[in-house]
T-cell receptor, first 114, second 113 residues
Framework: AQSVTQLDSQVPVFEEAPVELRCNYS??????LFWYVQYPNQGLQLLLK??????LVKGINGFEAEFNKSQTSFHLRKPSVHISDTAEYFC????????????FGKGTMLLVSP | EAQVTQNPRYLITVTGKKLTVTCSQN?????MSWYRQDPGLGLRQIYY???????DKGDVPEGYKVSRKEKRNFPLILESPSPNQTSLYFC????????????FGPGTRLTVL
């Protein structure tokens, strides 16, 4: 079984500041790693995912994440946030050997203020 | 446009009154899934389906039923809803592999009185 821990439930930040949303996972098997974003009153959409290869993954809207196998982490970063980045962000994993079944973290609410 | 649709988007009902939330996808995806989202708990999987006539329980299946008679549709059925099933529900679909992106519907906000 897998589990995902998002260490911060809320992250307040000012516009144009950098941000890091933290994600750690636990699994006895190899996993794929995902970040999804949920804008207010919408469904989730994929921000980025790590499948293999380079540990630095670039996604949409200027976000990137780095896979660290030794620390079992997949932290999400953006060098300069905008008001429009205000949303809830979910880290998720799926086991290599399984179907497309995601285990989600509890989410981190990113609050960007002017 | 590739999309997952859910209906209704909002529903208020009373305890014990059977209801169905529909989900449809137009991407010819094999895999479909239902999640519920509750504050502080993230998304938890209710049921999933790997193909037509193949369904399996997720993490929180109690009180729910599903069916997959056609590839594009995956309805969620609450035979006797209770207040603890008040939640935000999402349907999702994907090509099926563990590496595949899941595409989510817009959500159904259900209130059971």
């Amino acid at each position: 079984a897998q589990s995902v821990t998002q260490l911060d439930s809320q992250v307040p930040v000012f516009e144009e500041a950098p941000v890091e949303l933290r994600c750690n996972y636990s699994s006895s098997v190899s996993v794929y790693l995902f970040w999804y974003v949920q804008y207010p009153n919408q469904g989730l959409q994929l921000l980025l995912k790590y499948l293999s290869g380079s540990t630095l993954v670039k996604g949409i809207n200027g976000f990137e994440a780095e896979f660290n196998k030794s620390q079992t982490s997949f932290h999400l970063r953006k060098p300069s946030v905008h008001i429009s980045d205000t949303a809830e962000y979910f880290c998720a994993v799926s086991a290599h050997s399984g179907y497309s079944t995601l285990t989600f973290g509890k989410g981190t609410m990113l609050l960007v203020s002017p | 446009e590739a999309q997952v649709t859910q209906n209704p988007r909002y529903l208020i009902t009373v305890t014990g009154k059977k209801l169905t939330v529909t989900c449809s996808q137009n991407m010819n995806h094999e895999y479909m899934s239902w999640y519920r989202q509750d504050p502080g708990l993230g998304l938890r999987q209710i049921y999933y389906s790997m193909n037509v006539e193949v369904t399996d329980k997720g993490d929180v299946p109690e009180g729910y039923k599903v069916s997959r008679k056609e590839k594009r549709n995956f309805p969620l059925i609450l035979e006797s809803p209770s207040p603890n099933q008040t939640s935000l529900y999402f349907c999702a679909s994907s090509a099926g592999l563990a590496s595949a992106t899941q595409y989510f519907g817009p959500g159904t906000r259900l209130t059971v009185l």
